[in-house]
């Protein structure tokens, strides 16, 4: 998912070098950038999940708030 600045875009071509940089793409004989897109996604994902969760429990949970 990309913003109007760009940032997600950033973030994903800057996460696929890391994971060039580290030769990470080797263990499982996967392109750098297909696996910079998975992990966007799982960060999407997760971020959705903990918003639903929020929801369920009725409360919004803040960075540095109670819990």
Known sequence: MTDETGFHES???EL????????????SNTPDYILASYL??????????SRAREKWFGKELRIGGDL
């Open 11 to 13: 973030f994903e071509h």
């Open 16 to 27: 696929g070098e890391l994971i060039n940089r580290y030769s990470e793409e080797n263990g």
């Open 40 to 49: 966007v996604s799982c960060l999407e994902n997760f971020n959705k999940a």
